[in-house]
Nanobody, 115 residues
């Protein structure tokens, strides 16, 4: 089982930036494709961005050009740099393997975009 711990969320004004971090517990992290997901109140969880073990990335249309996913395999950490944040980005953000695994969900980190 891979244990994942998200951090870096908070309250930010529209147009602001945040960087989320997700640290994995296992050293074989570098072999996994990873994803950032989010769930807004009353909505289904959705994939925001994914990164392969080799560094290839893909993004949801709603965040393209604003969010950047990256990884540091030595630190077993995946990041999500979020710029030009909008109120509709407000959600709990989770990381998990990609595709997601049921046992990979952590507590998530809340991101609130509001003036």
């Amino acid at each position: 089982q891979v244990q994942l711990v998200e951090s870096g969320g908070g309250l930010v004004q529209p147009g602001g930036s945040l960087r989320l971090s997700c640290t994995a517990s296992r050293s074989i992290f570098s072999f996994y494709d990873m994803g950032w997901y989010r769930q807004a109140t009353g909505k289904q969880r959705e994939l925001v961005a994914a990164i392969s073990s080799r560094g290839s990335t893909n993004y949801a249309d709603s965040v393209k050009g604003r969010f950047t996913i990256s990884r540091d395999n030595a630190k077993t950490t995946v990041y999500l740099q979020m710029n030009s944040l909008k109120p509709e980005d407000t959600a709990v953000y989770y990381c998990n393997l990609y595709p997601s695994r049921r046992d990979g969900w952590g507590q998530g980190t809340q991101v609130t975009v509001s003036s």
